[in-house]
């Protein structure tokens, strides 16, 4: 079965770092697009960052932006998300996802992982 499986989530204070991985379980998630989304105590989940099969391409939530940073290494069926300057309100279940009917950005998720918790605290 095609599983996404997060990794890297935990307790760090405010301005800390923390970076998420993401290891998918078949070679062809090479091929899709590839984000991390994230769901806050009481919200809806969001997008956060997203990234091309090849990595050309990446776009992010104007809340992340210049402190977030996503990659992929295919040759591991790996995703990253490297997160500097962490914020409270950056707490959250991070989820990877996938679209596998695209390449170069999400359009629909169809693969959703289990999520990593993130907590920052102030």
């Known amino acids: 079965q095609v599983q996404l499986v997060e990794s890297g989530g935990g307790l760090v204070q405010a301005g800390g770092s923390l970076r998420l991985s993401c290891a998918a379980s078949?070679?062809?998630?090479?091929?899709?697009?590839m984000g991390w989304f994230r769901q806050g105590p009481g919200k809806e989940r969001e997008f956060v960052a997203g990234i091309s099969w090849n990595g050309g391409r990446t776009y992010y939530a104007d809340s992340v932006k210049g402190r977030f940073t996503i990659s992929r290494e295919n040759a591991k069926n790996t995703v990253y998300l490297q997160m500097n300057s962490l914020k409270p309100e950056d707490t959250a279940v991070y989820y990877c996802?996938?679209?596998?009917?695209?390449?170069?950005?999400?359009?629909?998720?169809?693969?959703w992982g289990k999520g990593t918790l993130v907590t920052v605290s102030s």
């Open positions: 078949e070679r062809t998630f090479n091929n899709y697009a």
């Open positions: 996802a996938a679209d596998s009917t695209a390449a170069w950005g999400i359009v629909r998720v169809d693969y």
